[in-house]
């Protein structure tokens, strides 16, 4: 029989994790990449140690990663623990002018989308930053744009204001802001929105004007609406560093589940 894999993708603020079991991918759940102490994944990341043939991390977030690898080798000794991108390629030709400043998470999304839809398409992450990727007919990746994402830039705002109180993503109820919060709501919820809409058509501009759009990351239902053809894929990444460790040759040769489109 064979055994479980526990995938992980270390963000900036959150990790989000799944169980490769049986062909699919399990419950997406996410715990946050600097808890005050590691009870909280201890709490968080509740598994069947013995059951699982290997850990398999992409992070774009190096001092959560090391802690966490060493979290991790003390739940269960032995127990192999790779990176993608580190101790495997992802399987991604990068065609921008400085491969190496690419992030992991955005050759991976690129490559779960391309692995959905198979043609020219665009993910949006949006997460701690709000990123756009693309990939060519052939899978290959050819870039995007890097925008602050929705909870940070609710954050800036109350650090570097004076008087602007802290606030929290939500739809908002009006539309036209009548007093702080719902100015706030306005500028950054449907000002986020407004962003994608422009970069999806700019981006269509180049690979087609019904190119698919994949939507992930923790802030994606707030910025998905009103774009055609679009799906929102919570779990986009983790497929794609399923994908990755199983066409290195270093995973168990599970094969992944079949994608819709």
Known sequence: MAMSILLLDIG??????????????????????????????????????????????????????????????????????????????????????????????????????????????????????????????????LGGAIAPGISLCFSALHQGTALLPRAFPHEPAEPVGRDTESCLQIGVVEGSRGLVRHLVARFRRELGADAPVFFTGGEAPWAAKEIENAQIVPELTLDGLHLAYAQSGRGMKQQSRVFES
């Open 12 to 141: 900036n603020t959150s990790i989000s994790f799944s169980v490769f079991a049986g062909g699919s991918l399990g419950r997406l759940q996410r715990v946050a990449s600097h808890p005050e102490s590691d009870a909280a994944w201890e709490e968080g990341i509740r598994l069947d140690w013995s059951k699982l043939g290997a850990a398999v991390l992409a992070s774009v977030n190096p001092p959560a990663l090391s802690r966490l690898v060493e979290w991790l080798a003390a739940r269960r000794a032995g127990l192999p623990v790779l990176v993608a991108g580190r101790d495997f390629p992802v399987p991604v030709q990068n065609r921008t002018r400085r491969p190496k400043e690419a992030g992991v998470d955005r050759l991976l999304n690129v490559l779960a989308a391309h692995a959905r839809c198979g043609r020219s398409c665009i993910v949006v992450d949006l997460g701690t930053a709000t990123t756009f990727d693309l990939a060519s007919p052939d899978g290959a990746y």
